[in-house]
């Protein structure tokens, strides 16, 4: 008996996936843990390795194609197995595959105004009555003003996809009132401003975003909106830092020494086993606490952000915190990082330094509870507690980001202090 294969969840964020390239095609033999397709997700290009074995029968979700997590994307079973029908409806509402209801679809023909047009056929539902629809599609529906229920979707099963909104939103321009006459016209009270000069922009340029940076944008506009952010900023000085550091650079040789934002990925870890509730997250109207530390680290992407994630950070030592960070950061920019080295974090260290800010806010990764924002390590004047005198001191900004519903003002304040206490002596990270 045929199996289908189904939109694997390939992150803890991932919604929907884009099919970018079948590795194996239709009548090949397919192994447990071959590599069948590679599918684009929100964190990342991921290849699927298969789970089931057989011959591929069919192919439902072509190259290209976006479907939610759990739609059929294909069949594997005995070379002898029929194809089953697809999920994907034919406007009477029967079901046939998915190959067929492509073929019979017409070739696609430019549209113009006079020739656009949107079916109005009721849309299809679920069980529960809820229309069909990919969470894109939702959300645009909603932005765009567009009823759901009054679409056709052209998606397998019938959903409602982003093409079908937007052929919906664009079906007919804004209508317009009748001219007024002349001698009913209100004069006007003051003179109506005057368009701007044609091409006073120059040349546009439209970038599509593709669905990492997509899923960037609406996580952060989420999180920004909707979590209740306050910030911390102190100084630490990094002076001891920096001597440990040129020693521990000595020791290593050849081999590449903890850099200081390992040494902040370890503070943090500590201070966050002696401060559980930064360690938590917001769900639901409850806090939950986590047992261990997974200290994500913001690395640089192609045109986007990346989060891997250094587990159980808080049990490591520099030089494994340093190995691990250098490997996940090359993984990330050549594209080879995997979802579960980019799931799992309770915590992120975002650094700017390098870039030389001075000091930044930044907006929490949700659900976590907070984020520390590192600056610029520069040496600057600053009074000596004990001589009085002004000195030269390696000192670094530092701004933790918290969500109010989970720490309060001290609780931020006492956290972020033990991070500066354990940097401003680096030796007592190693007891």
């Known amino acids: 008996m045929a199996t289908d294969v189904t939109m694997p969840r390939l992150s803890d964020s991932m919604e929907e ?74 406007p009477d509402g029967s079901a046939e595959g998915a190959t067929e209801a492509r073929e019979a679809r017409p070739d696609p023909q430019p549209e113009t105004q006079s020739t656009r047009t949107v079916e109005r056929r009721p849309a299809q539902t679920d069980d529960d009555g809820r229309v069909k629809a990919s969470p894109i599609a939702r959300r645009m529906a909603r932005d765009l003003d567009v009823e759901l229920g009054s679409l056709h979707g052209s998606g397998p099963g019938g959903r409602i996809v982003k093409a079908d909104v937007e052929a919906a939103a664009g079906e007919a321009p804004p209508a317009r009132e009748a001219p007024t006459p002349e001698a009913e016209r209100p004069a006007p009270t003051r003179p109506a401003a005057a368009p701007a000069p044609e091409g006073a922009k120059g040349e546009v340029e439209v970038v599509e975003l593709n669905r990492l940076q997509q899923t960037v944008a609406r996580r952060m506009a989420e999180s920004k909106a909707t979590v209740p952010h306050f910030y911390l900023t102190t100084a630490i000085d990094m002076t001891e830092a920096v001597r440990i550091r040129a020693e521990l650079k000595q020791l290593a040789g050849d081999s590449p020494a903890p850099t200081f934002n390992d040494l902040i990925v370890k503070a943090s870890a500590l201070a ?61 920019r050549d594209g080879t990082v995997t979802p579960p080295e980019l ?36 040496p600057k004047p600053v009074a000596d507690r004990e001589t009085r005198r002004v000195v030269v001191r390696d000192m670094m900004g530092v701004t933790l980001a918290c969500d109010h519903r989970i720490l309060y003002g001290a609780d931020g304040a006492q956290f972020l202090a033990r991070i500066r206490e354990l940097l401003e002596r680096p030796l007592s990270m190693a007891l």
């Open 343 to 378: 799931s799992g974090g309770t915590f992120t260290v975002s650094n700017l330094g390098m870039y030389g800010v001075t000091e930044f806010a930044a907006v929490i990764n949700p659900p976590q509870a907070a984020l520390l924002a590192v600056g610029a390590l520069e």
């Open 17 to 90: 996936g884009t099919i970018l390239r079948w590795l194996k095609g239709v009548g090949d033999e397919v192994k447990r843990g071959d590599e069948l397709v590679e599918i684009e997700t929100d964190k990342a290009n991921m290849t699927y390795e298969a789970t089931d074995e057989g011959v591929l029968l069919e192919v439902v979700a072509q190259e290209g194609d976006t479907l939610p997590i759990g739609e059929t994307i294909a069949r594997i079973g005995d070379p002898g197995d029929e194809k089953l029908p697809s999920a994907a409806k034919a």
């Open 272 to 332: 966050l086993r002696a401060f559980p509730r930064a360690n938590g997250a917001y769900r639901d109207g409850r806090v939950e606490l986590y047992s261990r530390v997974n200290v994500g680290v913001a690395v640089a992407a192609r045109d986007a952000l990346v989060v891997p994630t250094v587990f159980d950070a808080d049990h490591k030592s520099l030089g494994e915190i340093a190995s691990e960070t250098r490997s996940l950061a090359e993984k990330v």
